[in-house]
């Protein structure tokens, strides 16, 4: 089965606070890819990052980096110092044959 | 650069009323996407051209929906004969390339009432 497991429905911090999305996927294919996307409340979705399956470095952007363990099937998120923009809704997806997302993780950062 | 864009915005139809939605994809992007995102889910694939090929369409939940992008730019999605079930934020994206492994980007969706 192709799957992607978004434990966290919802998180709460305070501003300046570090954050932690976890994702785990599954998947039988040996090459695909890795997405993190942001839904704000405007609802468009915003791309943040592909990765391939080939490519276990760490990524970081910024005030986000991204860690991807293929040992344990997982593309966990992390925010650094968060800031009352960076609540939203964070999707993990896989692209296996067709994307396929997880059910979102709802950020909410408080002053 | 212009993004990916969606009409209407938003839009009620009385079940059993046929609707189109539009998407105008980002100028020069190869592939268009389409997804039915529920409330407090994630979005869920519909259907995916390549140009003007609908190469794959197996996330169409009935045959009541269909899908065209016929001269390779502009898309539309059709459902008839609406149901209360097809309430829901219907996205379009597109990605520069052929091929599923590119990032694609989302328009801003359009939410579909069925009343």
């Known amino acids: 089965a192709q799957k992607v497991t978004q434990a966290q429905t919802e998180i709460s911090v305070v501003e300046k606070e570090d954050v932690t999305l976890d994702c785990v996927y599954e998947?039988?294919?040996?090459?695909?890819?890795l997405f993190w996307y942001k839904q704000p409340p405007s609802g468009e979705l915003v791309f943040l990052i592909r990765?391939?399956?080939?490519?276990?470095q760490n990524e970081i952007s910024g005030r986000y980096s991204w860690n991807f363990q293929k040992s344990t099937s997982s593309f966990n998120f992390t925010i650094t110092a968060s800031q009352v923009v960076d609540s939203a809704v964070y999707f993990c997806?896989?692209?296996?044959?067709?994307?396929?997302f997880g059910q979102g993780t709802e950020l909410s950062v408080k002053p | 650069g212009a993004g990916v864009s969606q009409s209407p915005r938003y839009k009620v139809a009385k079940r059993g009323q046929d609707v189109a939605l539009r998407c105008d994809p980002i100028?020069?992007?190869?592939?268009l996407f389409w997804y039915q995102q529920a409330l407090g889910q994630g979005p869920e694939f519909l259907t995916y051209?390549?140009?003007?090929?609908?190469?794959?369409k197996s996330g169409l939940p009935s045959d009541r929906f269909f899908a065209e992008r016929p001269e390779g730019s502009v898309s539309t999605l059709k459902i008839q004969r609406t149901q209360q079930e097809d309430s829901a934020v219907y996205l379009c994206?597109?990605?520069?390339?052929?091929?599923?492994?590119?990032?694609?980007?989302f328009g801003p969706g359009t939410r579909l009432t069925v009343t």
């Open positions: 994206a597109s990605s520069p390339r052929g091929g599923r492994g590119y990032e694609q980007y």
């Open positions: 998947t039988r294919d040996t090459t695909y890819y």
């Open positions: 990765r391939n399956s080939f490519d276990e």
């Open positions: 997806a896989l692209m296996a044959g067709k994307l396929i």
């Open positions: 100028s020069g992007h190869v592939s």
């Open positions: 051209f390549q140009n003007e090929a609908q190469l794959d």
